[in-house]
């Protein structure tokens, strides 16, 4: 028998969001009006060693401990508060997700977002992943404060 994965009792995704690369994630960030995309950092208990330049922590699971500030933190798994998010951002055209590698949970929220815009029929935001998540993001931006904040080189170094 398979143990039953976090994202089992959400719904499958139905949408396929577009990928953006850093480098074109990182030309918005640099050159477009920030009213125009939102960042959104779905790390949960691996949030740290940094982020994109204003990007929002919303975690795609729910409660967990947060080594990193040595805490237990009350959070909401992303889907759980998507109607919230989408009150709160269906203005912004471009909103893009990423997790670790964007391989997971950030293509998930993503699509889950693209799927309740699509059901609704808003049509005035995307939901987008950007490709290689912060890993990616780290390995070509980690010393540009003007891309990433809170860089740490010590985290990336540990396991974790």
Not at 132 to 143: A, D, N, P, R, V
Request: net charge negative.
């Amino acid at each position: 028998m398979t143990e039953a994965k976090w994202f089992d009792k959400y719904p499958k995704v139905v949408s396929s969001p577009e990928k953006w690369s850093a480098e074109e994630v990182a030309n918005l960030l640099l050159n477009e009006n920030k009213e125009s995309f939102l960042v959104v950092d779905v790390r949960r208990t691996d949030y740290g060693g940094g982020h994109v330049r204003g990007s929002i922590n919303s975690p795609a699971q729910g409660n967990f401990f947060a080594p990193i500030l040595l805490q237990f933190k009350q959070a909401t798994a992303f889907w759980d508060n998507l109607d919230e998010f989408i009150a709160k951002y269906s203005h912004i055209p471009k909103i893009f997700f990423y997790c670790n590698s964007s391989s997971g949970r950030g293509p998930r929220c993503a699509g889950w977002y693209q799927d309740a815009l699509n059901e609704r029929g808003i049509t005035t935001s995307q939901g987008l992943v950007l490709a290689g998540g912060i890993k990616g993001w780290i390995e070509k931006f980690s010393e540009d404060e003007n891309l990433t904040e809170e860089y740490n080189e010590e985290w990336w170094k540990s396991e974790h």
